[in-house]
């Protein structure tokens, strides 16, 4: 048995305390990926209102955004094995109260240094409760109960996706900036009491309690040192010493890292798992195609706000087409990819989304921006411009996100024996995030360079590599107050068209991860195919089966997944 709450204490908890239990858990699961989209419509705010000393303004955006990207996948694998071996209530309890002190540290952060080490903190609090949510779930509800439970979750996980950016954008607009982080307060709170008071406790009795402290530091350490050194010598200058130790350290420490693995009595991530075939490729491409799904919203963001004068409600129901068709059809292609195989679908997908990113490449800089609101200058329509500048690039990434989402699920947890369920999933969930800071590294790098060198283009004399140049004026942002004219409209052609460089370069990693699906994933034969993605099947060594992705899951699928309590469960698009 694998936790302290067998079928028969499952059952004989009454139905408050299970409503209570359910409630814990989808509130403190969902604010962690709710916290993410909410935070890029409040970028452009936090670089107008929080100056720094040492960032200019959209590398300190990066910071804010990926910083809680680097030690929430770091630390995601070892906390599903501290929630394990000391129990799931006990740390999802430590959790909500450490994402609730880091979000108020976010929310009354008096500089800009000072919330990128909060929001850094706080994804080390959210690696807590990432992998307590589905575990809680399987070990207090059984049979019918566990369906509909997960059912719930799933729905609950659904409106956070296309209700949360809105109604965060409007407390960004029009309270402040804060509100992105303090509003999770009140939901932590009633969280928290309701797990210590109704959340019964459950554990891994076969944990050793073994733990690789070290692996997740040096992974830490990896991404942080790549991520850091690539922004900050492309900001600063490549000859800058701390981004060049920074780069040779996260260098090093990507080096050893699977070096370390294979020496480790415990290791983080199981050198033995990458054995299949289908698992490699679908984590290889899980890093590309999630880390430019991550950045490139945040990107989209930004330029919408900082450039074309959306406002932050306004922003967040305009990308709502792009999460929409997620919600509505990815369980149908998830039945599809289990009765043809994967591959197609988790080719086709991403090809189709790197279609709908070069769309959005063609952007003009006098596309309307779109006020909602009913002021005089704001409208509940959106502009024409949206129809046809933005809407097809959405729509058209919506289809291929969809088409590629389950399958990819189902991909990951049939390429490895059900008994591994667990580890892989947290695995991929890992990498999905680790994918982020690197990919918006390499992003930022492209962006930063067109932006500059397009404004030196356009306005004849500027010093675009000084200081007071890069903080009056960066890149997708508006420029500060007291900027010229010719300044101003440089800036805005420059950032349209650093915009349109950042969406195809996430192009171009999109159509690179599908051609590793393509070319990588091998569909089980149909003998495998029909027993379903909870099966169990042929050793890794043979490669068959199919691997999975950081995202939300069916109800059921997990359901088939789990026949035991999992150290943590698949991600949702943030």
């Excluded at 935070?39 to 990066?62: K, N």
């Excluded at 740390?91 to 500089?111: E, K």
Aim: with cysteine; hydrophobic share 50%.
């Amino acid at each position: 048995m694998i936790g302290s709450t067998g079928v028969g204490e499952a059952a004989a908890l009454s139905p408050a305390r299970k409503r209570w239990t359910l409630l814990a858990v989808v509130l403190g699961s969902g604010i962690v990926f709710l916290d993410t989209s909410v935070v890029t419509l409040a970028l452009p705010r936090i670089g107008e209102e929080l100056s720094s000393d040492l960032f200019g303004t959209l590398e300190a955006q990066s910071y804010v955004a990926n910083g809680y990207f680097v030690t929430l996948s770091a630390l995601l694998i070892l906390a599903g094995a501290l929630s394990d071996y000391f129990g799931r209530r006990r740390m999802f309890a430590i959790g909500l109260v450490g994402f609730a002190a880091t979000s108020l540290l976010c929310g009354i952060a008096p500089t800009m240094e000072f919330l990128i080490l909060c929001r850094t903190l706080q994804g080390a609090a959210g690696a807590f409760l990432v992998p307590g949510s589905l575990a809680i779930i399987t070990a207090t509800f059984r049979g019918e109960e566990q369906g509909r439970a997960f059912g719930l979750w799933a729905g609950a996980s659904a409106a956070t996706t296309i209700l949360g950016p809105f109604v965060g954008g409007v407390l960004v607009n029009t309270i402040s900036w804060r509100m992105a982080f303090l509003i999770n307060l009140p939901f932590l709170l009633i969280a928290y009491v309701a797990t210590v008071r109704f959340v019964p406790e459950s554990r891994d009795e076969q944990a050793t309690g073994r733990f690789d402290w070290l692996g997740s530091l040096v992974v830490a350490v990896a991404v942080a040192g790549l991520a850091f050194g690539t922004i900050r010598g492309q900001q600063h200058g490549w000859s800058e010493p701390i981004a060049v130790v920074s780069l040779a350290v996260g260098a090093v420490a990507a080096v050893a890292f699977p070096f370390l693995m294979t020496r480790r009595s415990d290791p983080l991530v199981p050198p033995r798992l990458f054995r299949s075939r289908n698992f490699t490729v679908t984590n290889l491409s899980t890093f590309v195609i999630y880390g430019a799904l991550y950045v490139a919203f945040t990107f989209i963001g930004i330029f919408l706000i900082g450039t074309l004068g959306y406002n932050e409600q306004a922003a967040g129901i305009a990308l709502v087409p792009s999460s929409l068709f997620l919600v509505l059809f990815s369980s149908r292609f998830g039945k599809l990819a289990a009765r043809f195989g994967p591959r197609l679908f988790m080719s086709l997908g991403p090809a189709i989304m790197a279609l709908g990113l070069m769309l959005l490449a063609q952007i003009p800089a006098d596309s309307q921006g779109w006020v909602l609101g009913g002021g005089r200058s704001a409208s509940i329509v959106p502009p024409a411009d949206y129809f046809t500048d933005l809407l097809p690039g959405l729509v058209v990434f919506g289809i291929g996100l969809c088409i590629m989402v389950a399958p990819l699920t189902t991909a990951l947890m049939t390429s490895v024996p059900a008994r591994n369920s667990g580890v892989a999933s947290a695995i991929n969930n890992a990498i999905s995030r680790v994918g982020s800071p690197l990919v918006n590294a390499l992003i930022f790098v492209a962006v930063a360079a067109s932006f500059y060198a397009s404004i030196g283009e356009r306005v004849p004399g500027i010093d675009t590599g000084s200081r007071e140049v890069r903080n009056a004026v960066s890149p997708l942002n508006r420029p500060s107050e007291g900027v010229s004219p010719e300044i101003r409209a440089a800036a805005q052609k420059a950032s349209t068209e650093a915009f349109h460089l950042a969406m195809l370069v996430a192009a171009g990693l999109m159509a690179a991860g599908a051609a590793v699906n393509g070319f990588g994933i091998r569909n089980p034969a149909p003998s495998a195919r029909h027993l379903g993605p909870g099966a169990e099947q042929p050793p890794p060594e043979s490669g068959s089966g199919t691997p999975s992705g950081p995202v939300q899951i069916a109800a059921e699928e997990f359901k088939k997944n789990q026949p035991q309590a999992d150290r943590t469960g698949p991600a949702r698009p943030d």
